[in-house]
């Protein structure tokens, strides 16, 4: 029978194991607790060898490192034993280019996404879409991302005229430019040969307004 200190011993080369893994995923304990629901109290007592990982909290580590590329196999999380934590090769691996092509699109994607992140973060009732029509082109385009600060006093809505806003009404969100005619207010878009089936839109029925101080749109993953 092991004693307390070969035990702690053990529990703490475990703990070395995970945060191996994990940072090998790229995977950092925010990203755990946000996306998988593992707690950061819960990861850290892990890692630092505070409780240690049973078989089946092991088993659903593991598939979560495969969502990110990671093989990894539960007997070396649990006890060491076995070929370390490596990341899976890919399909593209025989095709250099098309593999290039790939990684810049999916750096792009994580790169956009720490940037929502983060946006979010920094501003409590931040609210981010993806740009879905032609409406509000030349300066926005289908794809790219947009992010507001929500605001729901109707007394305010003056404030944001002449700004294009991300608009919340009882019919839906529509990115448009929030104009006042008299005493209506219209949501527009800034292209008049949009598409959309409704380029105007009464505003009498708006739920929050969020002007847009964030855009991000994509650069082509082709282009050098």
Known sequence: MKNATEVKKDSSAMGQRIKRARMLAGLSRKDLEEKH???IHTLQSWE???NPLNKAKA???VEILNQYDVSCSIDWLLEGIGKGPSVIEN???N???LADTVGKLLA???AIQKEIDFFKTNNPNAVVITVSDDAMEPEYKVGDIVGGIKFINQ???NQYVGHNCIVETTEGTFFRRLIKSEDKYLLVCNNNRTSVSDPVISADSILSIAPVIWHRWKFDALSN
């Open 48 to 50: 630092l060898g505070r």
């Open 59 to 61: 088993a659903s580590l």
């Open 95 to 97: 095709y250099p280019f």
């Open 108 to 110: 792009s994607e994580q």
């Open 37 to 39: 629901g593992i707690s």
């Open 91 to 93: 399909e593209f691996q």
């Open 155 to 157: 007394n305010k809505k």
